[in-house]
């Protein structure tokens, strides 16, 4: 993980494009841009007709990653945004998250053992671990820095891909 | 030292908040100072039990100078001094210097606190809110009557309000050489409110200062009562209470009793104990009631035992609630020598009860929502020293940072030789209790008479 970057208060939802197939979400980094952005993804849910449990897996999964980004991603400087894209098949759901905050493989990280006992369960690096068994498939990118002065230079990819079955 | 403390961090505030800075500062989230928040300023501070530790804690658990807190770098560190019982972030044992990130809760003995930055503005108003109880409920106490030692009656009490402020109040004074009248009054609801409107009650009836009543009426001074407090015209507050006069010369005992339960009439035969109660109408909830009174004969040697429902009102440490009748026979039990009545029965209720053990969490255990119940939810579960019992009814969504505080205050329960038991999940939270393996390390059950099976176990 890198080191705790701060979380801004300006988080919320910034832009959200929708072309009826695939529905791109822009936020700013903050604790608001969670909520802001779960509730952008609703009427995708909706027009998608999924069903209650894969809704909240995908709720879940957006949950943990915009979380773990606006909570330990970004270091002061850069500009501070995340992308949000969704797209669906009949089977599957896809979701890729991308950010211009530290390089963080959120994969590098071992899976963590199975909870044994109360005394040695660890705290940390739950929200991964629970995203990584909700996904059907999960890859990361690093992207190479390329420099677009006001626009959008995204640093990290997350794409993960849950079943809707 | 106590108003040394306070100014302390007053003057302190107002020099961050012309600065615009945001502070650091430790806030009691259990016991009996709940709410109280210690700003860390640039010296170390010591936290112990007793002075001269600069945070004085005195619970159980808490070693005499226990741990020590400093800022580096904006940084809050924390490192224990050879504490008894360690010094926890998280639910962690520290075993050495270690970083307390804002927003964890520190736990010293059985005392949680939470790392918080605030503003100047937010640490003066909370500093300011800690005097102003303070000051009000020490106003309470000082038109509370001085115990009587000597004389025809004697008289003992403990006052303990059960929040910071309550709205219970009594008095007792005599009439006349010979009437003595004595009350006790339970305003509607907590807080400074109802211990204003109490006061207000009070000072009346100490001063007897009911226009136009013959004070040693009981019915006409409650009737005269219920048309000064309507609660129309008090914030909706209305109030119990039990009224009596004793006059010595005739041994009899005038009493009047609206909601109240009764007060107890015990003879030197303590098993011929008599309650003494007439049913009325709550005083302020409806208009031109008249009052019913009755009168009884006092032996000689008989204590009169009056109470307010915070002593019965109570869940044990196996989880019953209390009610009257299981106050009773400690009411009727011997006397302690060496030991006032109501020290007695204040020990005796102080070792029954218990905050209460379940614990209803209640919409989206998100980010955002965790955020704000994890103080509260630590001080209620993990501070208390109990079996704690979750229910989940009303969780619509759980994320691994819900998880992650159940596996730590199941921690800290743990630690102190009970269980932390969750009960009731809907799908959605159930799946991700399975899919996070929740259930391989604290109890998930159905309902919850399985979960207070579970618990007890």
Redesign the interface.
Known sequence: MPG?GEVGSAGGLLDVVDDGSTLHLWLGNG?PS??AGRQALAPFCARLALP??VV??L??VF??IV?NIV?HGFVSGSAQRIRVTASATPAAVHLRFEDDGMPFDPLARAVPP??????D?P?GG??I??VR??AASISYTALAETHRPGGFAPVNRLEITLSSA | MEAERTQFISLEAIAAAKHGERRHCLEQVSGADIGRRHPIGATTLRLGRLPPADIVIGTAGVSRVHCELALHDDRLIVADLGSTNGTFIDGERITGPSPLPVGSILQVGDEFFKHELLTGTQLQKSAELDRDLAAALAYVEALLPAPLSDGPIRADWVYRPSARLGGDVFGYGYLSATRFALFLVDVSGHGASAAMHGVAVMNLLRQSALPGTDMADPGAVLAALNALFQMERHGDMYFTIWYGVYDTASRQLDYACAGHHPAFLLPLRRDDALPLRTRNALVGASTGRRYSAAQTTIPHGASLYLFSDGVFEIVTGEGLEWGLADFLPALLAAPQSGLSESQRLYRHVCAQSRTRELVELDGRLDTAGVGAIETAFAAMTAAVGQPAIVDLTRVTFLASLGVRLFISTARAVDRKGHKLVLFGATPAVTEIIETMGLEEIVPVVATQAEARARASA
């Open positions: 705790d604790l969670i909520e209650p449990r909240n897996r709720e879940v949950e943990e979380s909570r199975p909870l044994h006992t109360l005394a369960a705290l739950l929200g671990a629970l068994k909700l």
